[in-house]
């Protein structure tokens, strides 16, 4: 029966495509469409970017149709520039555009944003093979839904190509063509000045959530195309004029705990993936982090701390403490701007007759550390190359474990004079499945075990203990007293997909406002004698680390866009996808909306309007110096206030 009908069904379509071969063309061109804006939609919701929309929301609908424009663009410029073989090139266009999809996808799903340019520029072989589990553990099942059409367009194409079509006429297609072109153009602008689009035009969350990840690529390509062949290296006037303005109106901070730590040496702990949620949390009982809760209790503790990384994650955060400039809008630093001359916290240190290392016991090659520690201006940099492989733990379970790293690290600093040591750790990345069946004799995840959750809260706990490790071998060195001891992390470590644990552990339900105040990392800051255990609610993030330090050490940086946070009046972060949380508010860039930051109520975005674009005004400036390479020659004025 089932035969009998199999070759029913297929002969009455070889019948239809035979007698109507323009009809079903027609058909295919449609289906491959439909099968695309599917496929985009379903990218807006399985990678969570309109998560909290109700479905016929203005941005949903704006989105759809946006993503039907393009398509309907695409459809036109295949049947003008293709002929002869514009079915086998719509194919190709499946193949190609759903890979992309599929990497938008999981990328979103870690970092926020769909897969850039710049990012796709820079992956090299040894970059993938190195973050392999990384990306493979971010594939959902449900996934498959991107193949699905696959073989209904391969089996269309061949009955297709089978029967003799009839050839457009030249009159007949470009019909065709201005037709699909200016019903594509004109929905296209119709939902760009709808969504509001045009005021934010390197929004890159924004313009995915309202305009789709199809519009997303085309101003990402078209931004990539000015930024790379249109753009003079040159430092126009208005450019510099804003960069002096900036500085000028850059207010004065008192000098409070001026030179407190100077003399001391300088240890900086960059702590992969750990979030300011397990700080003081419990979990059955045990503590998740036991070591740094004590430390906290003898140190300077941040609160309000956010981190503020872009595409190039934990290179990022390095980069904002260590330069105190924001990341580049698109693509790492690490890999683009490794040539530019940089007022650096290591340069300021070495000035001072500190010996400056940085520590990382990965491939010196990964993110390009080895060239661009020359630019931030470090004396040493010791990578995986430099380290005995005696011990593994986390990531992949083939990477050096936290304790090892720590151990060896100070074995191979110079001690005996003043020195600035940058680590960076490692054992905590993600995917965390490492620490799946790592047991802990002091701590158990209870109804997390097996969850991404679980083996989170494990790889923070390992984490934690090698830190308490490190800080006990600084006491027995005579290390601990004699400097000044600064960890914070670097990045989110629980994407949206994963936040339905997270929700319930902090006792918190989904909303905009709620996950960026979940996007907390911990800043500690420990000098022996001052301000020891105080909690510090200061809004402030990566950027503000090294003003802070250099405060306390007793000198300046000037270029810094960051603010000491023990001498501001008023607390606040920027983030570099334009999102501002302030004692006042909290400016939720993907959705324009404003609320706020004390209890979450909206209030109306036109009253902070101003403030917001003053605000977002520091980005702009920070971009203008990164991609001119403007402190190459550039002499930076006095503040007028």
């Given at each position: 029966?089932?035969?009998?009908l199999k070759?029913?069904?297929?002969?009455?379509?070889?019948?239809?495509i035979?007698?109507?071969p323009?009809?079903?063309?027609?058909?295919?061109?449609?289906?491959?469409?439909?099968?695309?804006?599917?496929k985009?939609i379903y990218?807006?919701?399985?990678?969570?970017?309109?998560?909290?929309e109700?479905?016929f929301?203005?941005g949903?609908i704006t989105?759809f149709f946006?993503?039907l424009?393009?398509?309907?663009?695409?459809?036109?410029?295949?049947?003008?520039?293709?002929n002869?073989?514009r079915l086998?090139?719509l194919?190709?266009?499946?193949?190609?555009?759903t890979?992309?999809f599929?990497?938008?996808?999981?990328?979103?799903r870690?970092?926020?944003?769909?897969l850039?340019i710049?990012i796709?520029y820079?992956?090299?072989?040894g970059?993938v093979?190195?973050?392999?589990q990384?990306?493979?553990s971010l594939?959902?099942p449900?996934?498959?839904?991107?193949?699905?059409?696959?073989?209904f367009?391969?089996?269309?194409l061949?009955?297709?190509?089978?029967?003799k079509?009839?050839?457009?006429?030249?009159?007949?297609k470009?019909?065709?063509?201005g037709v699909?072109a200016?019903?594509?153009?004109?929905?296209?602008?119709t939902?760009?000045?709808t969504?509001?689009?045009y005021?934010?035009?390197n929004?890159n969350?924004?313009?995915?959530r309202?305009l789709g990840?199809?519009?997303?690529?085309?101003?990402?390509?078209?931004?990539f195309?000015?930024?790379t062949v249109?753009?003079s290296?040159?430092?126009?006037?208005?450019?510099?004029?804003?960069?002096d303005?900036y500085?000028k109106n850059?207010?004065?901070?008192p000098?409070?705990?001026?030179?407190v730590a100077?003399?001391?040496?300088?240890?900086?702990?960059?702590?992969?993936?750990m979030?300011?949620?397990v700080?003081?949390?419990?979990?059955?009982?045990?503590e998740?982090?036991?070591?740094l809760?004590?430390?906290?209790k003898?140190?300077m503790?941040?609160?309000n701390?956010?981190?503020?990384v872009?595409g190039?994650?934990?290179?990022?955060?390095e980069?904002?403490?260590?330069?105190?400039?924001?990341?580049?809008?698109?693509g790492?630093?690490y890999?683009?701007?490794p040539?530019?001359?940089y007022?650096?916290?290591?340069?300021a240190m070495?000035a001072?007759g500190?010996?400056?290392?940085v520590?990382?016991a990965?491939?010196p090659?990964f993110?390009?550390?080895?060239?661009?520690?020359k630019a931030?201006?470090?004396d040493?940099?010791?990578?995986?190359?430099?380290?005995?492989?005696?011990?593994?733990?986390?990531?992949?379970g083939?990477?050096?474990s936290?304790?090892?790293?720590f151990r060896?690290s100070l074995?191979?600093?110079?001690t005996?004079?003043?020195?600035?040591?940058?680590?960076?750790?490692?054992s905590?990345?993600h995917?965390?499945?490492?620490f799946?069946?790592?047991?802990?004799?002091?701590?158990?995840?209870?109804?997390y075990?097996?969850t991404?959750?679980?083996?989170?809260?494990k790889?923070a706990?390992?984490?934690d203990?090698c830190?308490?490790?490190f800080?006990d071998?600084?006491?027995k060195?005579?290390?601990?007293?004699n400097s000044?001891?600064?960890?914070?992390?670097?990045?989110?470590?629980?994407?949206?997909?994963?936040?339905e644990?997270l929700?319930?552990?902090?006792g918190q339900?989904?909303?905009d406002?709620t996950?960026?105040?979940?996007?907390k990392?911990?800043?500690?800051i420990?000098?022996s004698?001052?301000?020891?255990?105080?909690?510090?609610h200061?809004?402030g993030?990566e950027?503000?680390?090294s003003p802070?330090?250099?405060?306390?050490?007793?000198f300046?940086?000037k270029?810094?866009?960051?603010k000491d946070?023990?001498?501001t009046?008023?607390?606040?972060v920027i983030?570099?996808?334009?999102?501002i949380v302030?004692d006042?508010?909290?400016?939720?860039s993907?959705?324009k909306?404003?609320?706020r930051t004390?209890?979450?109520?909206?209030?109306?975005?036109?009253l902070?309007k101003k403030d917001?674009?003053?605000?977002?005004?520091?980005?702009a400036?920070?971009?203008?110096?990164?991609?001119?390479?403007?402190?190459?020659?550039y002499?930076?004025?006095?503040s007028e206030?």
């Amino acid at each position: 029966m089932d035969f009998v009908l199999k070759n029913t069904i297929y002969a009455k379509i070889k019948k239809f495509i035979t007698e109507q071969p323009a009809r079903a063309e027609i058909i295919y061109w449609i289906f491959f469409v439909l099968a695309l804006a599917s496929k985009c939609i379903y990218f807006q919701f399985g990678s969570l970017a309109n998560a909290g929309e109700p479905i016929f929301s203005a941005g949903n609908i704006t989105m759809f149709f946006s993503t039907l424009a393009i398509l309907l663009v695409i459809v036109a410029i295949t049947l003008l520039i293709f002929n002869k073989y514009r079915l086998y090139v719509l194919l190709v266009y499946d193949i190609l555009l759903t890979i992309l999809f599929m990497a938008d996808t999981n990328f979103f799903r870690y970092y926020y944003n769909a897969l850039p340019i710049p990012i796709i520029y820079q992956v090299n072989f040894g970059v993938v093979n190195s973050v392999q589990q990384s990306i493979t553990s971010l594939f959902q099942p449900k996934d498959v839904f991107y193949f699905l059409d696959f073989p209904f367009m391969v089996f269309g194409l061949i009955m297709l190509v089978k029967t003799k079509r009839p050839k457009l006429q030249l009159r007949k297609k470009f019909s065709y063509i201005g037709v699909l072109a200016a019903v594509g153009l004109s929905i296209l602008c119709t939902t760009y000045f709808t969504s509001g689009a045009y005021s934010l035009p390197n929004n890159n969350s924004y313009i995915i959530r309202n305009l789709g990840v199809l519009f997303f690529h085309y101003n990402d390509a078209k931004s990539f195309v000015k930024n790379t062949v249109f753009t003079s290296e040159e430092v126009e006037p208005e450019e510099k004029a804003k960069v002096d303005e900036y500085y000028k109106n850059k207010e004065k901070t008192p000098s409070n705990y001026r030179g407190v730590a100077k003399g001391k040496n300088l240890i900086m702990v960059q702590m992969e993936a750990m979030q300011q949620f397990v700080i003081n949390k419990k979990i059955n009982g045990w503590e998740i982090t036991p070591n740094l809760n004590k430390l906290i209790k003898e140190s300077m503790y941040f609160d309000n701390f956010y981190y503020q990384v872009a595409g190039g994650n934990t290179s990022d955060a390095e980069f904002l403490t260590n330069t105190s400039m924001y990341p580049a809008y698109e693509g790492a630093v690490y890999h683009i701007y490794p040539e530019n001359t940089y007022y650096t916290l290591p340069k300021a240190m070495s000035a001072m007759g500190y010996q400056t290392y940085v520590l990382h016991a990965f491939e010196p090659t990964f993110w390009n550390r080895q060239e661009m520690y020359k630019a931030i201006g470090y004396d040493k940099f010791l990578s995986g190359n430099d380290f005995i492989k005696d011990d593994f733990a986390g990531w992949d379970g083939t990477t050096l474990s936290d304790a090892s790293f720590f151990r060896q690290s100070l074995e191979k600093i110079d001690t005996s004079k003043p020195f600035y040591s940058f680590l960076i750790t490692l054992s905590s990345h993600h995917p965390f499945t490492a620490f799946a069946d790592y047991e802990f004799d002091d701590f158990d995840v209870g109804e997390y075990e097996g969850t991404y959750m679980g083996n989170y809260l494990k790889a923070a706990h390992y984490a934690d203990s090698c830190l308490g490790q490190f800080i006990d071998d600084l006491k027995k060195r005579g290390l601990y007293d004699n400097s000044l001891l600064v960890l914070y992390g670097d990045h989110s470590a629980v994407p949206k997909m994963e936040s339905e644990d997270l929700y319930e552990l902090v006792g918190q339900e989904y909303s905009d406002y709620t996950w960026q105040h979940l996007q907390k990392v911990p800043l500690i800051i420990h000098c022996s004698g001052f301000k020891n255990g105080e909690v510090i609610h200061t809004i402030g993030g990566e950027i503000d680390v090294s003003p802070t330090i250099a405060n306390l050490m007793g000198f300046d940086l000037k270029h810094a866009f960051g603010k000491d946070l023990l001498n501001t009046e008023k607390g606040y972060v920027i983030r570099r996808d334009g999102t501002i949380v302030t004692d006042e508010y909290t400016y939720i860039s993907s959705t324009k909306k404003v609320y706020r930051t004390s209890d979450g109520e909206e209030l109306d975005y036109e009253l902070y309007k101003k403030d917001i674009e003053s605000r977002l005004n520091e980005l702009a400036v920070s971009d203008i110096i990164l991609t001119k390479d403007l402190f190459k020659n550039y002499t930076i004025p006095e503040s007028e206030k």
